[in-house]
C-alpha cells in the first residue's frame, strides 16, 4: 500500500443503536472515525431494507463527519440527486446495478458538485468488471461479505482481489464486511486503506480504543 493513503475508518452504522442515534453517532465523531458509512438497502438488491434520504438528512445536521452513503439498490441512478439533497459527501454505486455508460454520467455530475464517486462490487464480481470505469470513480469499496445484513463473517477470498485491485489503483480502497483487528490487518497489508467496520466498533465498550486500535495497523 502507498505509504502516503493513510489508514481511514468508517464505522457503518447500520450496527449502531438506533433508539439512541444521534449519541451513538457524536460518540462516534468524539472517537476519531474519518467519515460515517451509511448503508441504504432496499429490499431488492438485496434482502433487507434500511433507511432512505429523511434520515439521512437528519444525521447530516448533527455531525461534520462526511457522510459516505453506500446505495445498495436497483436502479440508483433514478434516486441519487435525493440523496445528495440530503447531505452526502460520498456515494457509492454496486457495478452490479449500473451500467458503465450511466456511471459514467453520475460521475460528471457529482464530480461537479464536489461529491466523491465510489464503485463497489460484491466478493463474487470478478475486478475485470469494474477495470473499465476506474477512471470515472474516487475509490473502490471491497465487499468482503455479502451485503443485506450487518455481522457475517469475512470472506477471505477477496483479499487477492484488493492486493490486483491496488497494482492498478492508487486512489482509497475500503473494504466492507467482517472488520475487525485480525481481518482489517489482511486486508491492509493486501492494500486496502479504508475500513468500514460496523459490529467491531458499535459493539465495543470503548469506541476511541477500537478505532485507535485499526489506525494503528502495520
Do not use: W
Request: charge should be positive; glycine fraction near 6%; hydrophobic fraction near 45%.
Amino acid at each position: 500500500m502507498p505509504k502516503k493513503l493513510k489508514i481511514k475508518i468508517a464505522p457503518s452504522l447500520l450496527s449502531a443503536d438506533f433508539s439512541c442515534l444521534a449519541r451513538e453517532i457524536h460518540k462516534i465523531e468524539s472517537a476519531q472515525a474519518d467519515m460515517l458509512h451509511i448503508d441504504v438497502m432496499d429490499g431488492n438488491f438485496v434482502p433487507n431494507i434500511t433507511i432512505g434520504p429523511v434520515v439521512i438528512k437528519d444525521i447530516r445536521k448533527i455531525t461534520k463527519l462526511p457522510l459516505d452513503v453506500h446505495l445498495m439498490i436497483k436502479r440508483p441512478e433514478l434516486l441519487i440527486d435525493n440523496f445528495i439533497a440530503a447531505g452526502s459527501d460520498m456515494i457509492t454505486l454496486h457495478i452490479e446495478t449500473i451500467p458503465g455508460a450511466k456511471l459514467k454520467v453520475q460521475s460528471a455530475k457529482l464530480k461537479k458538485k464536489g461529491i466523491r464517486l465510489g464503485i463497489s462490487l460484491n466478493p463474487n464480481t470478478p475486478l475485470s468488471k469494474i477495470k473499465p470505469v476506474l477512471n470515472m470513480v474516487d475509490f473502490v469499496l471491497v465487499m468482503s461479505v455479502y451485503p443485506g445484513f450487518p455481522g457475517q463473517k469475512f470472506i477471505a477470498s477477496v483479499l487477492p482481489k484488493i492486493k490486483q485491485l491496488r497494482a492498478i489503483f492508487k486512489g482509497d480502497i475500503a473494504v466492507d464486511g467482517g472488520i475487525n483487528q485480525d481481518t482489517a490487518r489482511q486486508v491492509v497489508r493486501a492494500g486496502a486503506n479504508v475500513l468500514a467496520a460496523g459490529s467491531y466498533i458499535f459493539k465495543a465498550k470503548n469506541y476511541h480504543q477500537v478505532i485507535r486500535g485499526l489506525k494503528c495497523l502495520i
